[in-house]
């Protein structure tokens, strides 16, 4: 059974910093791309960044200069370091797997952030 399991969301004031994590298990971890979407209330999923599975990033504008996504193969985990919070990034945020092999996509359950302005 895949999972994907964010943690690390919470309430932090406008211009601080949280680190969300995302644990894979059921999944060749090396073998997917990973990704970071978010959701604000009322909105589409967005993406925020994506990490390949080479290590290569790419980040949405909004992302660029305050955010930046890791991922660490043996411990099955890609991170989101989110630094200079804005009000506008409160939003739940996703974890994403998408295979490398096939077209096997997986999704996380969340992790909400809260940004108080």
């Known amino acids: 059974q895949v999972q994907l399991v964010e943690s690390g969301g919470g309430l932090v004031q406008a211009g601080g910093s949280l680190r969300l994590a995302c644990v894979g298990s059921g999944i060749t971890f090396r073998h997917y791309a990973m990704a970071w979407y978010r959701q604000a209330p009322g909105k589409q999923r967005e993406l925020v960044a994506t990490?390949?599975?080479?290590?290569?990033?790419n980040y949405a504008d909004s992302a660029k200069g305050r955010f930046t996504i890791s991922r660490v193969n043996a411990k099955n985990t890609v991170y989101l370091q989110m630094n200079s919070l804005k009000y506008e990034d409160m939003a739940v945020y996703y974890c994403?797997?998408?295979?490398?092999?096939?077209?096997?996509?997986?999704w996380g359950q969340g992790t909400q952030v809260t940004v108080s302005s």
């Open positions: 990490i390949g599975s080479d290590g290569s990033t």
């Open positions: 994403n797997a998408r295979s490398i092999l096939n077209l096997n996509v997986y």
